[in-house]
C-alpha cells in the first residue's frame, strides 16, 4: 500500500485555554520536525500538554499562535476533515451503531473510491490487523483489543498522511498492550507511515519509537532516541520520569587534559573529562542496574540495605548509606549471587567511564 | 516569566480564535448565523415590540400607561393576585411534588409504576380539562356541591378553585425535578448516616431534605414562574380574582388597548423572569447532589410502617383526584344537561364535531408542521451548545432557552405586534402559529439534546470529522443516530405541547387557522360544557393515539442510551 511520505513540523507552536480566572498554557512554544516515515512519542505526565499538541496536528484545537505544516503545507488554517490525518483515540471513539465494517470503511466515503475498492480495501486491511471474520459485529460485541484494531484499522485503511495516537493502548491490560504495541510498530514500519504517538508510559514509549520527546508543562524538555534519553538525560526532570535512577553528586576538583579529577563519596577519583569547571558540583544519572553490590570491603561507599524486592528476573534493592542518601539497586539473575539481606553492608561499585553529569 | 507577557491572553483573543476557527468551518458559520437570526427575529424582536409598545403609546416615549397601571389599585391587586396565586400553588406544587418524589424513590410504596404515571399524567393534560372537572364537580350545578352536599351558595370561582386545579396541573414539574435530584442521589450517603446510628427521622431532616435543597427550590421557581404564565386555568375559573395573563388578555384583545396590554404583559414577564433567573443562573448551580454514575441500588432504606402508609396515603388521595377529574370529563361529554337533566345523549359529540371538525384539522396540521421543526432546530442548538465554541455561544444559549420564562401571554401579544406589517405579515396565517409554536417549545427539544449529548463521546464525532466528514456528514451520519432517543423525547414534547397550547396561541388563532385549545375555551364560555368536554376528549385520544405512532415508528424515547466505549 503505496503511502505518500509527509514530514510533520511543529513551529513554535502555543496553545493558551482561558479558564474560569486562571488561563492555562497547556501548550508553551513547542518546536519539533518530525522526519517522513518516522514514529515520534510525546512523553509526559498528565496533563502536561501532549493531547492538546496532538490535536492541533489534527486541526481539532487552534493554536493561539505558532504554525503546524504536514508535508511542507501550512495547514494551521486547514479544517481537521481537510488534513487527512488519522487519529486513534485513547477511548477507540468506535461509531455504535456501525457494524466492524462500516467503522472501517467510514473514512473511504469521502476519497472518492470505488465501492468495490473501498469493500476490497476494508478486507485487506482486517486482515492486516488481525480482524478478519469480525466485520458484521458491532463494536459492542468485540473485546477490548479488538475494539483497538477496530480504531486502528479505520485509520489506517485512509492511507493518512500522517498517523495521531492519543494513549491508544491505555485502557488494555498490561499483556495486551505489550502485544498491540508490537503490531503498531510493526504495521507502522512496514506502511512507513509517519505517526505522532501520545503516552504517559516511559516502557511504550522506549519500545516503539524512533524518537521521544519528553514534554513538562507544555514545553519539550528533551528530544531524542530512546537510548539517548534513557543513557544521557538532559534534565533531573526526564532522568527521572524515564525509568529509575539514582541522583549521585559529584564535585569536580580539577579538569585535566584528558580526564577529570572529581569527588564522589568523599573519594577522590578520576573519571573521563566533562566540560563543568573545578569547585561546581554536579549530579551524576547512576541507572539502579548499573550498580553492582558486593562484600562490604569492595565499591566506592558501602550502605545498609534496608529493603529487598523480589521479581523474579530481578531483585531491588534499597541502599542507606551512612551521609544519609539512598540508592537503588537492581541484580539481574538473583540465582548467580548469594543475595544480601535486608541489615547487611553491602559494597557498592559502578562503572565510572560511562558516569553522565547533569548541569 | 517574562517570556509570558507576550503571550498574554484575553477574552478578545480567545474570541478572535474561536472566530477563525468558525469561520474556518462554513457550513458551521452558516448555521450559526442563521439560528442566530431565527432567534433574534422570533424570539428577541416580539419581546422587544411588547416593550416598545408599552412605553410608546401614542408613538411618542411615555410612562404614562405604567403610571395609569401603578395608580388604579384594582390593577396593582391584580399583580399581588397574580404573585400570590403563584406562591401559594409553588409551596403546594413543592409538597406534593417532593412527597410523589420521595415516596417512589424512597418510600418503598406499592404500586410505583401507577403513581408515576399519574405524577406524569397532568402534563399531557389539554388545558381546560381540570377547571371544567372542578365546575362540574364543585361549581353551582357541581355533582359533589349541589347534589352531595346541596350547598346552594357554594362558589369554587377564585383563588381556592385556581389553587387546587394549578397545583393538581403543575405539581408534576416539581416532581420530575425532585425525582430526578433522588435518583441521583447516592443511597449510601443516606445508608451511612443510618449505620452511624442516626435515626429514620434524622436520616430525612440531615441527609435527604438538605441534599434536595437546591432542588426544592429549582422546583419552587419554575412552578411559581408556571402558575403565574397560566392562562387556560383562571381565564375559566378566577372569577372575580383577576390575574395578569387574563387581563393582558382582555386589555389587548377585548379593549383593543394594545399599550396598556403590552403593559401588563410587561409586569407579567418581570417576576417570571427574574424567578428564571435565579433558578438557571444561582440555584441550578449550588446543586451537589453526588452522582455516582451507576443506577441506584436498590439497598434503600425503608421508612417507617406508619410513614409508608402516610405516603401512600397522600400519593392514592392525590392520584385519585386526578383520576376523579378525568371520570368527570367522560361522564360530562355523555351526559345531557349537567346538574339537571342526567341523561345519556351523544349530542355534545354530534355538535362538538360539527364546529370541532376544522379545529382538529388545523390543529393536527399544525403541531405535524411545529414538532419536526422544533426538534430538529432544537438538537441543532444543543450540538452547537455542546460541541462547539463561537463568540456569543452563551448569548446563544440563553436566548434560545429564554422562552421558557417567557409567559404565553406575552409571546402571544409580541407576535401580534411584531408580525402585523410586511416584510413580515403573518397575522392570521398557520405560519405565525407554528413559529410560535417552535420557538416556545424548542427550550425542551434543545434540554433533551443537551443532555444527550454530553453522555457521548465527544471523540466519536471528533473521529468522523478527522476521517474526512465535513461538520454537516457528522452531525446527519453519526450525531443523529445516537441521540436518537432524545430527539425522539423532544419530538413527543413538542407535539403534545403544540396540541395544548394555550396562552400564546389564543392571540394568535384565525377563522382559518383555529385552534381546539381555543375553542374548548369559546365552549366554556359560553357555558356548553358537555361539547367542551366533548373536545377535551378528543384532544385526549389524539394526543394518545400520536404517542402510540410515533413509539411504534420510531422507537421507544425514555429509554437513555449510554453511548461510547
Ligand atoms: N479544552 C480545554 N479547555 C481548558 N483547558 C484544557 C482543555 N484541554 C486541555 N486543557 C488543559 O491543558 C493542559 C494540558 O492538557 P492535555 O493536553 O490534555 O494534557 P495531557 O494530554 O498531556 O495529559 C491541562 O492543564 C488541561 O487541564
Ligand atoms: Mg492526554
Known sequence: MPIEHASVVLDRLVKVFAGSGRDVVAVNDVTLSIQPGELVTLLGPSGCGKTTALRMVAGFEMPTSGKVFIGGRDVTNTPPNLRNT?????????????????????????????????????????????????????????????????????????????????????????????????????????LSITAVYVTHDQNEAMSISDRVVVMRNGQIEQVGTPEDIYAKPLTRFVADFVGKVNFIPVSIVESGQEETSVEIFGRQMTIPKVSYSSGETHLAVVRPEELRLMP???????????????????????????????????????????????????????????????? | MEENQSKRFDRWTEAKHELAMVCRNPILLATILL????????????????????????????????????????L???????????????????????????????????????????????IISPPFMFCLSVILLLGRNGIITKQLL?????????????????????????????????????????????????????????????LCVPG????????????????????????????????????????????????????????????????????????????TGKPTSYRIIGPSKATKSALTAVCSIISGIILLFYITVIAGAFVRLWGIDWSFTLDHFRYAWDVGKDSVRSTLVLSAWATPITGLLGMVIAFLLVRTRFPGKNILGFTSMLAFAVPGTVVGIGYILAFNQPPLLLTGTAAIIVLCFIFREMPVAIEAGVASLIQIDPSIEEASTNLGADTSYTFRCITMPLVRPAFIAGLSYSFVRSMTAVSAVIFLVSARWNHLTSLIYAQTEIMRLGAASVLSLFLIIIVVVIFGLMRVFLGEPVTRVRVGN
Open chain 1, 296 to 359: 562490604p570491603d569492595n565499591g566506592f561507599v558501602h550502605g545498609e540495605v534496608t529493603s529487598r524486592t523480589y521479581l523474579g528476573s530481578v531483585v531491588e534493592y534499597d541502599l542507606a548509606l551512612s551521609d544519609g542518601l539512598t540508592l537503588m539497586a537492581i541484580e539481574y539473575n538473583p540465582k548467580a549471587k548469594p543475595p544480601f539481606e535486608i541489615g547487611d553492608v553491602a559494597g557498592v561499585y559502578f562503572d565510572l567511564d560511562k558516569l553522565h553529569l547533569l548541569k
Open chain 2, 35 to 74: 439560528v442566530s437570526a431565527l432567534l433574534i427575529v422570533f424570539v428577541i424582536y416580539p419581546i422587544v415590540q411588547v416593550i416598545r409598545v408599552s412605553l410608546k403609546p401614542d408613538g411618542e416615549f411615555s410612562l404614562d400607561t405604567y403610571g395609569y397601571l401603578l395608580s388604579q389599585w384594582w
Open chain 2, 150 to 210: 346541596g350547598l346552594k351558595n357554594f362558589d369554587i370561582y377564585g383563588l381556592k378553585g385556581l389553587v387546587l386545579v394549578q397545583t393538581m396541573g403543575m405539581f408534576p414539574v416539581a416532581f420530575m425535578v425532585l425525582d430526578g435530584v433522588l435518583q441521583a442521589i447516592n443511597p449510601d450517603l443516606e445508608e451511612g448516616a443510618s449505620n452511624l446510628g442516626a435515626s429514620k427521622a434524622k436520616v430525612f431532616w440531615t441527609v435527604t431534605v438538605p
Open chain 2, 76 to 122: 396593582r391587586q391584580t399583580f399581588i393576585n397574580s404573585v400570590v396565586l403563584g406562591v401559594i400553588v409553588a409551596t403546594l406544587g413543592t409538597i406534593v411534588g417532593f412527597t410523589f418524589a420521595y415516596a417512589l424513590n424512597r418510600g418503598d410504596i406499592p404500586r410505583k409504576k401507577f403513581f408515576r404515571l399519574m405524577a406524569q399524567l397532568p
Open chain 1, 86 to 190: 488519522a487519529m486513534v483515540f485513547q477511548s477507540y471513539a468506535l461509531f455504535p451503531h456501525m457494524t466492524v465494517r462500516e467503522n472501517i470503511g467510514y473514512g473511504l466515503r469521502f476519497r472518492n473510491i470505488a465501492k468495490s475498492d473501498a469493500g476490497e480495501k476494508v478486507e485487506r486491511i482486517m486482515e492486516l490487523v488481525g480482524l478478519s471474520g469480525l466485520g458484521d459485529r458491532s463494536p459492542n460485541q468485540l473485546s477490548g483489543g479488538q475494539q483497538q484494531r477496530v480504531a486502528l484499522a479505520r485509520a489506517l485503511v485512509v492511507e493518512p498522511r500522517v498517523l495521531l495516537f492519543d494513549e491508544p493502548l491505555s485502557n488494555l491490560d498490561a499483556k495486551l498492550r505489550e502485544q498491540m504495541r508490537g503490531e503498531i510498530r510493526r504495521i507502522q514500519k512496514s
Open chain 2, 216 to 291: 426544592i427550590a429549582s422546583s419552587w421557581l419554575l412552578v411559581f414562574v408556571t402558575s403565574l404564565a397560566d392562562f387556560a386555568n383562571p381565564v375559566v375559573i378566577s372569577g372575580k380574582f383577576d390575574v395578569l395573563s387574563v387581563q393582558a388578555y382582555f386589555q389587548f384583545t377585548g379593549l383593543y388597548n394594545m399599550p396598556r396590554g403590552s403593559a401588563v404583559a410587561i409586569l407579567l414577564l418581570i417576576p417570571a423572569m427574574l424567578a428564571f433567573v435565579i433558578e438557571r443562573y444561582w440555584v441550578s448551580k449550588k446543586s451537589y447532589v453526588t452522582v
